[in-house]
């Protein structure tokens, strides 16, 4: 049975077709004014790297913020559950699912069919999201890619206790003036960044095997931090962006 | 400055020092939040009384237990208390001074190894029904005290431990008068020192070193520091980050009305009343905090306190989510202004990349108000 | 408004007569060195004669000591010819060879004072904090109101949104002009905001009100300062985001007043610091 | 899920509404007939208010009233503008933001506050109450009167509370009446006084029996009722009217527990909601209807089962310090586990409102308890009481259907 996953986020939109526990293929796009159209697409091009027609999809099944606005969608499902259900498709041993998202952090237990048992996300202010190390990244006039290993070379990294995203960067900008090093900045940031993570992480209590999915997976200097006040590493999957589709897709499949 | 020294030491190693004392006397230890406990008890029972601090910006894993939206300072001492740093207390003891901090009662009863939490009541009211009420709590307080230590604490006692901590209140007094000298031989930041460690230490302990201090401060010839002469009331403010911080702005603390400087000691015990009557009369007639009705006076203390210490400017620190404070400040701020006090609000939030966000602001303040134009 | 126009060069009037006299005469010179941009202003007794900003990362002295050799090439003055220095914003403890400090709040006011004689109140957008001022006749700041920590409404949320918008400073005010209600924004947090504003765009509400909607947003925080102080006329507005005209029609609709916004709004701080260096010297 | 109002199940709740609005315009009509009007926190004795002939106005339910008009957020900004922390409870910067531009009583719903002869609170439930009245006092230029009661956090545990205790409630009891008898000018009718408790008694019992009722499954009522019903007995306690307004409405109950009639077609799921609800969005609290779940209880302003006294002032105070009054922690987190259980809850609702502390500081803990405890999964929603900037309607969305995926999951509902 081929089942398809659909994730509209809101910055990019992933498709992906499923069947009998493969992944056959997938789309991966910026989200547009209109999701009802961005999904279109997104599913239209996920369908042209493959050989068999649209109706050859049996169920589909949308998550993402823009989930109610997908018209082709046989069920939507919350980002929760399709983290965690993606999460566990990848790793059948996660308990815990750490997704750092460009705007929003969540903390997910797991239960051992891949279902969230509890979650925690963060409110109100962007501290703890990839939106602040992007900022960040500005600020210090660095691609984003480079931030994470840059951060790994510092051997003392300045403490920077603005949370607000707006003063951190003030705060940076002004380290600049004094002329710190940018690594010495970034890993400051990043154990920063990191501590409002790892309080979140408690709220659900942290229990092997933890897997991060989300953007900030991808920056290495965060990810070695948080390894380090776990206490054991973590689980980061290739497909990162994809997640959310994949467990989108394995709900379309149960059943 | 030797005994200064001692102070600061003090404060840096505060648990050695109480565990260092409790093993060498064998006597218990009370922690306490606020002034409104009366001290002179456990003092007379033998017990050293000390106050519980946080750690600015260390929260521990607290967030699991309560909500970011309260009041960090409780917050940061409660994380204390989970990680185990209060181990050592045989009591804690709970004022309803605000809201947060009765809640405490409940938090440390049940998550750290406190043997005992004891709630003392403390009346939102100044008025005769009050009186008589807190006296009763006062004599469930020595009850449950009595238990504790497994003895009587004696009227004897208790008037000896009044004694002591009225000379001690006369000595700070003192040393406060020193700030309205000019040049001053302390600093703002140095007096805070010397409060918060005596807060830390049985206060025969205190005295004698404070007598020590005043007598060295005396015949300091390095004047200290200059700056622009400024009072700080708001709200408690149980570290030294925030004075350090103000002098490094170029301010000069010369007085202050917050809980744990000149209000801890302000009023004495009157050695004349029975000692219990004495003791439910001053802590409940003591400089009120803002949660206490009536507040006219002591919005009228805070003005004395600025004019007597010949503040050019009133710096007011709220900690977030510190809600009697947070709504008193726009009335107290007016008056200050009205009567030719300028002011500076600082929104606290218990961290020290919040205070830097704040130095342009206190700058800004100081230089304006210190005249420089 | 007439304000000196600092992107011109200083007339060679001016210039020269100065010139000739370059032995009695001393410069004044002032620096604000921000987060993102540093800015220079030289002055005579009572001329600007040099005004420059730059965006730059550069650390705070070394690019304090560019920018003042570049003045002083521009001005065909003798390398070793005396200029006081004030410094002043966020980073001018680095700039450790100024004679003078002065915080950035008092250097707007001062320098907004000098520009516009009537100004009584000051409302400085920086980029990271707001500060109303009422000003003295005399140029003392006698009141004045911060914004609290949350930077909601300040310099960066406004920057945050071009970017956002995809619009300069100009297509914001054309976009937004002649909208009554604008899109209400409900999120404090500057960066929040942001993406609420995204989800709106893709939620397909015109930009023109979602504009006027930024603007209502940041001036509801702008009231909270000024009322603390209390408006009197004539109000000038300073700091770089002040020549967001769109922005300051919404203020001036607010208040019901016009308002004042110096040539280069952006300078004024560098100003007030040249003119900080100058009465201190004066004293001296 | 846009802002909006809730539906209910009730013909009592939707007839609700007339009592707020009549309460207004009372006090509104005292003020032009020059009788006296009081602004009441709530924990004052009604019974005496009513004796005493005196307007009752209470300015909390404005902030929820404001609030659910959806004009609430304005008033705030007003006051926020004058100073007040965004953090102040939202309640109070809405009637701060009224109290300091009495040009916007026009437009404020039911004519807005009706202006006060006097202010009384007791020192009970918050700090913040008493600065408030403070504030306003100075503002107004009106006398406030504090009831100093003892923090009954200290009581509950121990049940009756201690003689002392009693003492002080009943001492300032009558002390409030001695202070309005001497400014009102007017003798205190102690037989009118009487009657006014056997009747707030009553309603008392009144509440208990339809509280009872709602045990039954399917639920006979949600919590939309619930709210909309709070209204006569937080302030008409002491009145016949309040009284026979709960008569009809147990009346109403019963019947449709013994009809079964229920809330939804198909009860799948029950759901506790625990916090005051955020009243600019009450439609929230239907929400889980649509997947056959009801919230069918809620922790806040419960009358519960509680020791009584012949004379009518220890009456009081008794009922002052019953165990639901206490808002200790561990009452609070005590309350919530033991509804999940005699409700028979599958999940639980903590909304928390970021302007208030006193009344929340116990949901982490019960969110702790109630799922290491008891498994029932919990949902900590951020959001406001009466602000309405400070929800965010994505957030909220996103948090409610994880959560129902998790309860619904948990429960083995295949939809």
Known sequence: ?255 | MESFNQFKSIVESRHDVAVKWKNSTGGKVFGQFCRYVPEELIHAGGGLPVFVLGQIGEFGNVDKFVQENTCPYMRSCYAAGLAGEYDYLDGLVVTHACDMMSKMHDFWRNRTKVPSVFLLDFPHKINESSLIYFRNVLDRFRGYLEERFQAEITDGALKESIQIYNEYRRLLRDLYALRRRDPSPISGLEIHTVVLATLLVRKEVAVSLLKDLLKEVEERRDSRPGGVPILVTGTDVDNLVLYSFLEDCGAAIVADDVCTGSRYFWKPVDEKLKPMDALAERYLNNIPCSRTSPSEERYAHIQELAREFKAKGVIMPIMDFCDAHMFDAPYVLDQLNKNGFPTLKMEIDYTEGGLEQLRPNVEAFLEIISGEE | MTTPDLNKPSAPGTLSHWTEEQGKGTLFSGINIGTETVNLVVMNEDDILHAHTEVTEEGGFIVSQRLLEQAKRKLMLPAQSRMTLAATGIGKKTVTFAQKQSSDMVCHARGALWLFPEARTVLDIGASGNRAMSVSKAGKVEKFALNSKCASGTGSFLWGMTKVIEASFEEMTSLSSGIEHGTKISNYCAVFAESEVISKIHGGEPKSRIVAGIYDAVVDRLMEQLNRVGIREEVVVTGGVARNTGLIRALERRIGRKVRVPQDPQIVGALGAALFARVNVGQE | MALKGSSKNLQTAMEAYKWVKAGYSNAHRAKEEGRPVAWLMFGVPLEIIYTMGIAPVFPENFGALAAAKRVGFQYCEAAEQEGFNKQICSYARTVMGLTIHPEAVEEAPSGGLALPDLLIAPTMVCDLRQKWFEDVARRLNVPAFFMSVPDHDLTWRTGRPEKYQMDLFISETKDLIRFLEESLKKKFDYDEFHQRMRWSNETWDTRLEILELRKNRPAPMASSDYFATIYPGMTGLGTKEALDFYKRMLEEVKDRAEKKISVVPEEKFRLMWSGIPMWFNLGLINYPEQFGGVMAIETNYQALPRERSNDPFEDLALRYFHKNASIAVDSQVDLAMRFAEDFFIDGVILSYTQSCRPFYIFQAEARNNLQEKMGIPCLMLESDMADERVYSEGQVRTRMDAFLEVVMKQKGIKE
């Open chain 1, 1 to 255: 049975m081929i089942v398809a996953g659909i994730d509209v986020g809101s910055r990019t939109t992933c498709a992906l077709f499923l069947a009998e526990g493969k992944i056959l293929s997938y789309s991966l796009i910026f989200t547009g004014a209109d999701s009802a159209a961005t999904a279109r697409r997104a599913m239209d091009e996920a369908l042209s790297k493959v050989d068999f027609p649209g109706d050859a999809v049996e169920r589909i099944v949308a998550t993402g913020y823009g989930r109610i606005l997908v018209p082709f969608a046989h069920k939507i499902i919350s980002e929760i559950s399709c983290h965690a259900k993606g999460a566990h498709f990848l790793f059948p041993s996660v308990r815990t699912v750490l997704d750092m998202g460009g705007q929003d952090c969540k903390a997910i237990r797991v239960d051992p069919h891949g279902n969230p048992s509890d979650f925690v996300m963060n409110d109100k202010c962007a501290a703890g999201t990839g939106r602040f190390l992007e900022v960040m990244a500005e600020a210090l006039r660095l691609p984003l890619e480079e931030i994470g290993p840059l951060s790994l070379h510092s051997d003392q990294p300045i403490t920077i206790n603005s949370f607000c995203t707006v003063f951190a960067k003030a705060e940076v900008g002004l380290l600049m003036r004094e002329g710190i090093p940018k690594k010495d900045i970034l890993a400051g940031l990043h154990r920063a960044l990191s501590v409002r993570i790892f309080s979140l992480l408690k709220k659900v209590g942290i229990e092997k095997d933890l897997v991060i999915t989300g953007g900030i997976a991808k920056n290495i200097g965060v990810v070695k931090v948080m390894e380090e006040k776990i206490g054991f590493p973590a689980l980061i999957p290739e497909e990162s962006p994809l997640v959310g589709a994949l467990g989108a897709a394995v709900v379309a499949g149960e059943r």
